[in-house]
RNA sequence: GCCGAAGUGGCGGAACUGGUAGACGCGCUGGACUCAAAAUCCAGUGGGGCUUGGCCCCGUGCGGGUUCGAUUCCCGCCUUCGGCACCA
């Protein structure tokens, strides 16, 4: 018997479907949209700063299975491939072998594209894009002027992050811990000009409208909440005693406003210095704030709360007393007003803080029907809590107080509800080269003014000289800056910065839709018919950046007019790692494989089929050698088989027990890759199909049970699966219908009856289907071992589940 | 500290809605083929016990509970992993 050549019918088949265009989609014709038969399937974008791992190919098996599934099943399958080419992982690649950052771009892009081809991925490879072209980028920077127009992209000067290794800032969400997420080094303050989305605007909306995704996980979601970080409360004003200035407070709990004994700044608050000048404290508090400075976000986070007074003091509004205004470095500039009222008796760093400064504990709230607790203790929040010492609103309910101080406040004009977000807004400029250059122009007359439209691209330009050094590297290309004002045509400078990548990436999946149009990002009424995506696959890991962003970008698009829907992705798919040697895989490590020496000893398909029979998709997994033999192993088995069965030649769908197990294998992988999105335990009903196959020798349903096993491994093992369909004399099982079961063959005549005494398991008995209860119980009562356990005792109880067990309850 | 997920043979994992725990694969043991080996094929394989052609007991992280019946539901704990964390 010829053997199994994975290395021959792999290329064949490649190259079939390349040259028919097996998984080109087109797109509706224009009028005609509105047939939902279609599915958008898409991974996030390759990063190509390497080339692609186990890890990567695991992940794509995942949306590799569920287009062919679907594409069988009648549906218009989309699944597109690209590169998010710009950014960092490209730049220090190029620093590091030397070149430019475009070469080790698109070498890697191709090195990338060569791997996933030999995969055998049913790709779309006509909607191809890389984000550092400009047939792409001008589409981002037209995007960004739209913003732009709106408000919702601006420069203003701030306090930004600042990475000392990759020289450039970063968005908040790149720093973790306070160190740069990509190269873990501690992350600087610094006060620079910077480009903002107001992401800010769209807290509400990216909160609100995750009602509209179809499925996600819950973890994704929660960890969305929490960085949104939404929290109602109110600004109170407080007023300095001598100077009537104003400084107002953000606080969730404004029924303890009775109890604020004392006042917090940052340090980094813009009235600190004012408030010292000329006073003793002068010296003492302008050290501190330096000393803070100094200080990492981690080093002040472990501390003890410290601080300095200022000899200063703010009138509480409710008690009228004057409290006395601290500088504290526990109190962020970036969150609320920068500024807190101290209510030690109710909040724990308020009350360490009071407790090492000998300042004053008031209690405000107490449970109620309890006596008051002692003066001057910490007072744990719990459900049922009354104001006290609050002068009028003493007595009331927590949450009635709550309300009625903020009228109050409302009524006085010294404060109103509000609602307070740990969002901040998104920082998108980056002092480096190799990304997506920001189209505005500076002019001294006319200010910041937008590159119009039909001047787009700008391309970013040719520069030797482009390592980082803390100024955007595109300054020292002089042509390329002095450029003349597009408003009064005097002189004028192109902005230096680029933006971030995370940009690039927050529109690509509309982009695929239409990916070649030179008059738009996109036509509407494609992606409209296109998206939201159906099935987004990726890493949990971008569960916030990426994410946040994509949905962030789709709202303006949508507000805008651009596209018809809120939501990008519908459903969502955090897949799990793979491992390897117990740690997850990365060069540093040492424990990176890749699929290339695999593929040529063993074939892709043994590959694919391998990840996936792994374990389940959405956790993470272990790649282990030998687990991988026992796939070539039944590779081989299923090739040996199949062509016995196609010499068999075909003697008709014959039913029997083969016939029906072929059947249900069909039910099965149907239900599990279909609704419960469990890509491992088809293969294991496949394997069971072709063991039967095996041991029944010229059974009548060789030959169907041989085309259904093949059938259904198709979308896992492309390849071998084609080439074993040819052999039985069919041709294109890519265009084949999904098999179906027949509903009728599922049915049994007969079952194994389960048999329990006291709900433990005493007998099995081969019963013909449609008995009645009573005969079952019969049947039950005679065999040997249950009969043992029944004598001289009385049956309490017998429960039947039909057509599968009875359950006799006896005594005791 | 708060939130979330997970814990099943020697290993990866299966058991979907409370109804046969361990599918499928790896490994291991025995057998067939072979001069021999590899490859392949067949059979067995959770642990313990016994009067061993069979039967009994135990068994899904630990302790309780609900139920005729719990890997599955409830309560309490332990461990591991992930996220958040001075957010006022």
């Keep these: 018997m010829e053997r199994y050549e994975p290395a021959k019918i792999e290329r064949k088949w490649q190259e079939i479907w390349a040259r028919e265009g097996a998984f080109t989609v087109p797109n509706p014709e224009p009028g005609s ?17 390497g080339e692609l791992h186990m890890g990567h190919v695991r992940n794509y098996m995942l949306g590799e299975v569920v287009s062919h599934f679907r594409r069988r099943r009648g549906e218009a399958v989309l699944r597109p491939m690209g590169f998010d080419s710009f950014g960092l992982p490209a730049e220090n690649a190029a620093i590091k072998e030397g070149g430019h950052p475009r070469d080790v771009a698109e070498r890697n892009i191709a090195a990338i594209r060569t791997q996933i081809e030999r995969m055998g991925w049913a790709i779309d490879w006509s909607r191809v894009l890389a984000t550092h072209e400009p047939e792409y980028y001008r589409w981002t920077q037209w995007l960004f002027l739209r913003f732009f127009e709106r408000g919702l992209a601006y420069r203003r000067e701030a306090a930004v992050k600042w990475c000392p290794n990759d020289q450039t800032v970063l968005a908040n969400e790149q720093v973790i811990d306070g160190r740069c997420e990509r190269c873990g080094a501690e992350v600087e303050a610094k006060s620079l000009e910077q480009w903002f989305f107001r992401i800010t605007d769209y807290a509400d909306a990216l909160l609100d409208e995750m009602a509209l995704l179809e499925s996600w996980p819950e973890r994704v979601l929660t960890m969305q909440r929490n960085w949104i970080g939404r929290s109602e409360g109110a600004e109170v004003v407080f007023e300095v005693e001598g100077s009537g200035e104003t400084i107002p407070v953000f606080t969730t709990r404004p029924d303890t406003l009775f109890g604020a004994t004392f006042f917090v700044l940052a340090p980094e608050h813009p009235l600190v210095s004012e408030l010292v000048r000329g006073t003793e404290a002068e010296r003492d508090v302008l050290a501190y704030v330096r000393r803070s400075a100094a200080r990492s976000a981690v080093e002040r986070e472990e501390k003890d709360k410290d601080g300095v007074s200022t000899g200063r003091h703010v009138v509480n509004p409710a008690t009228g007393e004057p409290i006395p205004i601290w500088v ?44 008051a607790p002692p003066e001057g203790a910490f007072v744990e929040h719990s459900a049922d809590e009354r104001l006290v010492n609050s002068g009028r609103f003493s007595e009331l309910p927590a949450p009635e107080g709550k309300r009625a101080i903020v009228e109050w406040l409302e009524a006085e004009g010294r404060g109103q509800a509000t609602i307070g977000y740990r969002l901040r807004d998104w920082l998108l400029s980056r002092q480096r080269y190799w990304g997506c250059p920001i189209p505005i122009i500076h002019c001294d007359r006319c200010g910041v003014v937008p590159v119009p439209d039909d001047q787009l691209p700008v391309l970013l330009p040719e520069i030797e000289e482009y390592l980082p050094k803390g100024r955007s590297p595109l300054a020292s290309a002089e042509d390329w800056v002095r450029v003349s004002c597009p408003s009064c045509g005097g002189e004028a400078r192109r902005e230096t910065d680029t933006m971030d990548t995370f940009v690039d990436s927050s529109w690509y999946f509309i982009r695929y839709t239409d990916p070649a149009n030179d008059g738009a990002p996109f036509d509407r009424e494609i992606a409209d018919y296109w998206l939201p995506v159906n099935q987004y696959i990726g890493g949990v890991e971008h569960a916030i950046l990426h994410l946040l962003y994509a949905r962030f970008f789709t709202k303006v698009m949508n507000d805008i007019g651009l596209v018809g829907f809120r939501e990008p992705f519908a459903r969502l798919f955090t897949q799990g790692m793979l491992h390897r040697h117990g740690a997850k895989m990365s060069k540093s490590k040492g424990n990176v494989i890749v699929p290339d020496e695999y593929i040529e000893r063993y074939g892709a398909d043994a590959v694919r089929l391998y990840l996936l029979f792994i374990g389940p998709v959405e956790q993470d997994a272990e790649w282990q050698d030998a687990g991988f033999e026992g796939i070539v192993r039944f590779l081989h088995r299923l090739w040996r088989v199949v062509l016995e069965a196609a010499e068999a030649g075909d003697e008709g769908t014959a039913d029997g027990p083969l016939a029906r197990k072929a059947h249900e294998t069909i039910a099965r992988v149907t239900d599990d890759i279909g609704r419960r999105f469990a890509l491992n335990t088809p293969i294991a009903a496949v394997m069971e199909l072709v063991n039967e196959i095996g041991r029944r020798p010229g059974d009548p349903a060789m030959r169907f049970a041989a085309e259904t096993a093949v059938s259904l491994i198709q979308p896992y093992a492309a390849h071998i699966a084609e080439e074993l369909w040819e052999r039985l004399e069919h041709s294109r099982l890519w265009e084949e219908p999904w098999p179906e079961a027949d509903e009728a063959l599922l049915e049994r005549d007969s ?62």
């Design 751 to 812: 079952f194994v009856l389960v048999v329990q005494v006291n709900g433990k398991v005493r007998g099995r008995v081969e019963v013909p289907a449609g008995l009645p209860e009573d005969e079952l119980v019969a049947r039950a009562k005679e065999l040997p071992r249950v009969r043992a356990r029944l004598d001289g005792v009385e049956i309490r109880k017998a429960i039947v589940v039909p057509g599968k067990l009875v359950n006799l309850v006896v005594q005791g």
């Design 33 to 49: 949209v509105g047939d939902d038969r279609k599915t958008y399937v898409l991974e996030m974008l390759p990063y190509p700063s």
């Design 328 to 371: 504290a470095d526990y109190v962020l500039m970036e969150y609320g007003t920068g500024a807190v009222m101290g209510v030690p008796a109710h909040d724990e760093r308020d009350f360490s803080f009071a407790e090492r400064y000998g300042l004053a504990v008031r209690t405000v709230v107490a449970p109620a029907g309890e006596k």
